[in-house]
Nanobody, 126 residues
Framework: QVQLEESGGGLVQAGGSLRLSCAAS????????MGWFRQAPGKEREFVAA????????YYADSVKDRFTISRDNAKSTVYLQMNSLKPEDTAVYSC???????????????????WGQGTQVTVSS
């Protein structure tokens, strides 16, 4: 069993920055692909970023590319999402997740992930 806890959300003005953290418990963290997703009110959950277990491969949604950076510290069982140049449309609940290694679904599909955190609210004011 893996438990995930996000932190770092809050209210920020457009153009500002936030860094989200996701602390994980459980043995599978260091060997797992980790992802960040977000869900705005009235919208479906959408992929934001993902990182393979070593951090050597990272993936981003087009909407956040060049603004967001995913990173991880396996020694601390923590994955981060650095968010720069934030826009009002980035407002959402952000959740981290652990990918199921046996899932054939793409890293960008929520169905590929087995464990989820509760999420942290990010609000960007204009």
């Amino acid at each position: 069993q893996v438990q995930l806890e996000e932190s770092g959300g809050g209210l920020v003005q457009a153009g500002g920055s936030l860094r989200l953290s996701c602390a994980a418990s459980g043995r599978t963290f260091s060997s797992s692909t980790m992802g960040w997703f977000r869900q705005a009110p009235g919208k479906e959950r959408e992929f934001v970023a993902a990182s393979t277990w070593s951090g050597s491969r990272t993936y981003y949604a087009d909407s956040v590319k060049d603004r967001f950076t995913i990173s991880r510290d396996n020694a601390k069982s923590t994955v981060y999402l650095q968010m720069n140049s934030l826009k009002p449309e980035d407002t959402a609940v952000y959740s981290c997740a652990v990918k199921d290694p046996f899932s054939a679904a793409s890293y960008s599909h929520p169905g590929a992930y087995k464990y989820w955190g509760q999420g942290t609210q990010v609000t960007v004011s204009s």
